[in-house]
T-cell receptor, first 113, second 112 residues
Framework: NAGVTQTPKFRVLKTGQSMTLLCAQD?????MYWYRQDPGMGLRLIHY???????AKGEVPDGYNVSRLKKQNFLLGLESAAPSQTSVYFC????????????FGQGTRLTVV | GENVEQHPSTLSVQEGDSAVIKCTYS??????FPWYKQELGKRPQLIID?????GEKKDQRIAVTLNKTAKHFSLHITETQPEDSAVYFC???????????FGAGTRLFVKA
């Protein structure tokens, strides 16, 4: 039982490049989330999904897109990376909603130069 | 908008002392308050949580208290050990809501 797995773990992008972060969970969770973590700012929600085929914007969605074509996968895309998107990205999932424990992936450290 | 304030941002204690981290929330409909521990370079992991129908919850050296009237909740760690050193996040959310709001985090140092 792997839990929540993110790929890649590290990435360096040049400004303007695109990339996709993959999150996979094997716990049959309905809810999935993408957060970014910046020093002194805690975890900020980028986008989330309440089930297969659904996505919604969080607190800081600009510059990102997501897709949830399969229940177990939640993809985060950066179409044109900017230095302001340098951050650590965490995916998380929870069973039934926001009043249950969230399980986090191991994080992706992204640097945009 | 909804927010969660967490204090202090940094806390340094001597091994064996107690540590207290406090959070306040703005959404009066919040009913679930988890605490996550993040060790250096690792993922956040749940250490304890409390729901709004409970005032206090304990798990060994860790306890959480909730004051719904004042809209604040606290994490208490007793007999701290060096392995307690980490960043701790509080959070608030509610059933039917669409996001969990995290505090900015408290970096706890436990000196041996």
């Amino acid at each position: 039982n792997a839990g929540v797995t993110q790929t890649p773990k590290f990435r360096v992008l040049k400004t303007g490049q695109s990339m996709t972060l993959l999150c996979a969970q094997d716990m049959n969770h309905e809810y999935m989330y993408w957060y970014r973590q910046d020093p002194g700012m805690g975890l900020r929600l980028i986008h989330y999904s309440v089930g297969e085929g659904t996505t919604a914007k969080g607190e800081v969605p600009d510059g990102y897109n997501v897709s949830r074509l399969k229940k177990q996968n939640f993809l985060l895309g950066l179409e044109s990376a900017a230095p302001s998107q340098t951050s650590v990205y965490f995916c998380a999932s929870s069973l039934t909603g926001l009043d249950t424990e969230a399980f986090f992936g191991q994080g992706t450290r992204l640097t945009v130069v | 908008g909804e927010n969660v304030e967490q204090h202090p941002s940094t806390l340094s204690v001597q091994e064996g002392d107690s540590a207290v981290i406090k959070c306040t929330y703005s959404d009066s409909a919040s009913n679930y308050f988890p605490w996550y521990k993040q060790e250096l370079g690792k993922r956040p992991q749940l250490i304890i949580d409390i729901r709004s129908n409970v005032g206090e919850k304990k798990d060994q050296r860790i306890a959480v208290t909730l004051n719904k009237t004042a809209k604040h909740f606290s994490l208490h760690i007793t007999e701290t050990q060096p392995e307690d050193s980490a960043v701790y996040f509080c959070a608030a959310s509610r059933r039917g809501g669409f996001k969990t709001i995290f505090g900015a985090g408290t970096r706890l140092f436990v000196k041996a």
